[in-house]
């Protein structure tokens, strides 16, 4: 599956901090009805068994709304369900490991925070990068920020698409113009919201308007 500069322009990731009695499915789709245009399911505390569960919901969801889903960080998970693919981190697997197990028609994201990160990731096989954070985050307490101008320079170093992640919302995207980034990934500006649909709405009109 080929990933699309478009299909990063609002890229939802989960986050169970905030279900607030609902159910993960029932707000991701409010985010899809709202124009999510990619979901990344991140799940640090489920078991396996419950993961593969919640998995297989959103791949359903996902195909509905014909919306790229990929897991983080989990492979095996990501085999299970036949997801589009896997999103790993700096200290994850690394892509060459990851692309040897899903192989080569599954989505590949991986995170990075400068030039050299970028292209290494490019080179064993990304389809797209997530680079930040950009903002400090509650999801990522440990992440360093990265500057607009850093974020510049991967856009310009690599030809695969880019997305900005890290305590993004949509009073924070003017510095994100000119930057060459196709899209921003939330979490909390999506999920926390008290109305994830129109917050979804809202998120994606706001970065057509600065991209």
Known sequence: MNCRPEDMLLYAVTDRAWLKGETLESQVEKALKGGATFVQLREKELDE???LEEAKKLKM???K?????????????????????VHVGQSDMEAGKVREKL???????????NVEQA????KHGANYLGVGAI????????????TPGMLAKICQAVDI?????????????????????DGIAVVS?????????????????AVKKVL
């Open 49 to 51: 068994a419950e993961f």
């Open 61 to 63: 969801l996902c195909r």
């Open 65 to 85: 709304y014909q919306v790229p889903f990929v897991i983080n960080d989990n492979v095996e998970i990501a085999l299970a369900v036949d997801a589009d693919g």
């Open 103 to 113: 192989g080569s028609d599954k989505i590949i994201g991986v995170s990075c925070k």
């Open 119 to 122: 292209l290494l990731a490019k």
């Open 135 to 146: 903002y400090p985050t509650g999801t990522k307490k440990d992440a360093d920020a990265v």
């Open 161 to 181: 698409p880019v997305v900005a992640i890290g305590g993004l919302n949509k009073e924070h995207l003017e510095l994100l113009k000119g930057t060459g980034v």
């Open 189 to 205: 500006a999506l999920f926390a919201a008290d109305d994830i649909e129109k917050a979804a709405e809202e998120l994606k009109e």
